[in-house]
């Protein structure tokens, strides 16, 4: 059984930057894919980031590009996500997943994490 961890969050002001990270704990087959989705009050859940580790491929929403970096640690199973210049819209849950496959910004079999919240404040 695997348990998806997340670490970081928090509040900052417009133009501040936050890292969340994200550990996968225990035994997933398949696992090959870890990454960040996220859900503003209101409003529905939508992929951020995430990172194919066969191939070393990344996927980041046209909202963050620019801005949100992604990077993994495939040994450890850890994700992390860099977050700068941010913006009062990026406020949201930000829940991590750890799955089998993912396209786009899609996941394929994924655990998910409980989620730490992000605030921006203008």
């Known amino acids: 059984q695997l348990q998806v961890v997340e670490s970081g969050g928090g509040s900052v002001q417009a133009g501040g930057s936050l890292r969340l990270s994200c550990a996968a704990i225990?035994?997933?087959?398949?696992?090959?894919?870890m990454g960040w989705v996220r859900q503003a009050p209101g409003k529905e859940r939508g992929g951020v980031a995430n990172?194919?580790?066969?191939?070393?491929?990344?996927y980041l929403s046209d909202s963050v590009k620019g801005r949100f970096t992604i990077s993994h640690d495939h040994a450890k199973k850890k994700v992390y996500l860099q977050m700068n210049n941010l913006k009062p819209e990026d406020t949201a849950m930000y829940y991590c997943a750890a799955a089998e496959d993912c396209v786009g910004e899609y996941f394929v079999e994924a655990d998910w994490g409980q989620g730490p919240q992000v605030i921006v404040s203008s």
């Open positions: 225990g035994y997933k087959y398949r696992m090959k894919c």
């Open positions: 990172s194919y580790f066969p191939e070393s491929r990344t």
